[in-house]
């Protein structure tokens, strides 16, 4: 087959075209007709992560810890691709995910602590502290705080101390 000059490049920039076509569409039309990227948590404290989308695929690791958010990054059929707060990726039956939202608490530093107020506002009187890696349930989220709850602390953090919630959403 004869490329030409810009044959070769012209060809790369069409398939480059063609994926992002279709990742768009993709996008559009999940097997679960919800978005993705999404925040869902764990179902249960033993959850297989598999290298691929089906029971004949090798579980790489098992998630040990119920109520732990995860993102889900892809969907084949009833199973779904997830990512953890440090960067872990695998495959999920979706059986063993909830919909009911979690956040692990970050911090620039891991001995800091992530102050929980008693309003949506710096000013208020702390009411815990929380190391980083504790997982809260996710109440509300709006104008940049989340209103958060866990054993032994009902408050508000602000959004920015969590991962599980993306940057300005809302969550009700």
């Known amino acids: 087959m004869e490329l030409g000059r810009f044959g070769s490049q012209a060809l790369l ?7 992002a076509g279709m990742a768009a569409s993709a996008k ?11 925040y869902v948590s764990l179902k249960s404290d ?3 992560v598999r290298a ?21 990054t892809a969907e084949f059929e009833n199973w779904r691709r ?16 909830s919909g009911r ?16 107020y008693e309003r949506a506002d710096s000013t208020s009187p702390v009411t815990a502290r929380l190391q980083a ?9 709006g104008s940049g705080w989340c209103h958060v709850a866990g054993n032994g602390f009902d408050g508000w953090i602000e959004q920015q101390r969590l991962w599980g919630v993306y940057a300005d959403e809302k969550v009700d």
């Not at 039309?29 to 999404?38: A, E, M």
């Open 13 to 19: 920039v069409c398939l480059l075209c063609v994926t």
């Open 28 to 38: 559009e039309s999940t097997t679960s007709g919800l978005p993705i990227p999404r």
């Open 46 to 48: 033993h959850v297989n």
């Open 52 to 72: 691929g989308p089906t029971k004949d695929n090798d579980v790489e690791w098992v998630y040990t810890r119920s109520g732990l958010p995860v993102e889900i």
């Open 82 to 97: 997830v990512r953890d707060s440090e960067g872990a990726e695998g495959w999920v039956y979706h059986s063993l995910l």
């Open 101 to 116: 939202r979690t956040a692990v608490v970050t911090m620039k530093h891991k001995d800091d602590l992530a102050s929980i």
């Open 133 to 141: 890696g504790v997982v809260a349930q996710v109440k509300h989220c």
